[in-house]
């Protein structure tokens, strides 16, 4: 790696330092099979959502666009409330039944990012738009206690550090802020510029070249990945958005900083940023797919149960079941989830094993445990399998 020798000391040389660093070039051998795995989970996704009814892609959107302004945030380190941040995205889209009572003000900026963007993807993106978004992730002006430059490109230096204070680790220091609006001129027409590669390769290239930049005081994480969805959207062509890669990046923190601080010490050839951005979009698409999935299997197991007599408990156990159900359903978990009695646990088990909703697992005796018929059914028929009986 090259080094830049100021003011006595040797370190490495930036990105932003090179000749015509935005020249950006990769190697088609490496990207060109990621691309095609990407782009295929991408249309298998968006394929099996045909089909899908108007109020389930509605209710599959709603989690999509909440999961991605929470996770974008979280990367942050900052926490927003799901139910709240569901609340905001259900009243934007005009989901009635699902808006609660919840008073949003505090994450309907995170929100208005995320929307504004995939709502508004074929907008041009301009400096005055993205200020408007700055100012909605900080409506006081401040980021924690310290007064910041809001809905303005920063005016003073600026280092990506970590580390405790007095042993601070500096990872990038980005572009002089003089350079700043010059470089985001170049930006925004590149940005609105027609694409000369996959929009799928732009949004990689979009996610690096404004990190890189990094025009603000803070923030500069979120709106890279609202510039990424945006670029995304254009790429389904749809201002719907079934999948996002922000859930991804928070699961897999540590490995997106490292390959973002490689390549802003790197050179013009991206082809390792783009590597892993494909990868993770690919994972993060078929993370989403499963997503989709579970949901669809829900609205099928809710649908086959209308006209079976079920008890308030009952109801409340099997919603879990077909959720995110930890371990494995028995008599006594579900005593202790309901509050009753291991005897009525037990009748309520026995009563949807009757009505063919429940079956019980192979292992018995005092570690018998249950699952849902339909769900063993799609088990069994995957791998060609019998299904036992009860």
């Given at each position: ?31 060109a ?22 109020d ?11 999961a ?11 926490q ?72 303005t490109?920063r005016?003073?230096?600026m ?20 350079d ?5 001129a ?11 590669c ?17 025009p ?28 996002s ?12 900083y490292e ?14 940023w ?13 993370a989403?797919?499963?997503e ?30 077909t959720?995110?159900?930890?371990g ?12 009753v009695?291991?005897?009525t646990?037990?009748?309520?088990i ?13 292992a ?9 018929r ?8 995957r791998?060609?399998q ?5």
């Amino acid at each position: 790696m090259d080094n830049l020798r100021i003011a006595g000391y040797n370190r490495v040389m930036y990105l932003h330092e090179r000749e015509n660093w935005t020249n950006f070039t990769w190697d088609d051998r490496i990207i060109a099979p990621l691309l095609g795995d990407a782009r295929f989970a991408q249309g298998k996704l968006l394929g099996r959502l045909e089909d899908v009814g108007f109020d389930l892609l509605r209710e599959i959107e709603v989690d999509s666009l909440s999961a991605e302004a929470i996770a974008s945030s979280s990367i942050e380190g900052i926490q927003l409330d799901a139910t709240k941040v569901r609340s905001s995205v259900a009243r934007r889209l005009g989901v009635d039944q699902l808006v609660g009572d919840a008073d949003t003000r505090d994450v309907d900026g995170a929100v208005d990012v995320v929307l504004d963007a995939v709502g508004r993807r074929d907008d041009p993106l301009t400096a005055e738009r993205l200020f408007g978004w700055h100012a909605a992730l900080f409506p006081t002006g401040y980021s924690n206690l310290h007064k910041i430059n809001v809905a303005t490109f920063r005016t003073s230096p600026m280092e990506v550090v970590s580390g405790p204070i007095g042993h601070e680790k500096v990872h990038y220091e980005a572009p002089p802020a003089h350079d700043v609006p010059g470089l985001m001129a170049e930006f925004l027409a590149w940005f609105n510029a027609e694409p000369d590669c996959d929009l799928l390769v732009k949004a990689g290239l979009a996610h690096l070249r404004f990190l890189t930049v990094h025009p603000f005081d803070d923030g500069n994480g979120r709106i890279a990945r609202a510039l990424t969805e945006m670029l995304l959207a254009r790429s389904d062509n749809s201002p719907r958005r079934f999948y996002s890669m922000a859930g991804y990046i928070a699961a897999h923190r540590e490995g997106y900083y490292e390959a973002i601080e490689r390549a802003q010490k790197g050179t013009p050839d991206v082809s390792q940023w783009l590597s892993w951005f494909l990868q993770a979009l690919k994972a993060a698409i078929e993370a989403s797919s499963d997503e989709v999935g579970a949901i669809l299997s829900r609205s099928a197991l809710w649908a086959s149960l209308d006209a079976i007599s079920l008890n308030e408990r009952q109801r409340k156990v099997l919603s879990l079941l077909t959720g995110n159900f930890e371990g494995k359903l028995t008599a006594k978990k579900w005593a202790r989830l309901c509050k009753v009695s291991p005897d009525t646990a037990l009748r309520d088990i026995n009563d949807l094993i009757a009505k063919g909703i429940l079956k019980r697992d192979a292992a018995g005796g005092r570690s018998t445990s249950y699952s849902l018929r339909q769900r063993i059914d799609e088990t069994a028929k995957r791998n060609d399998q019998p299904t036992r009986g009860d």
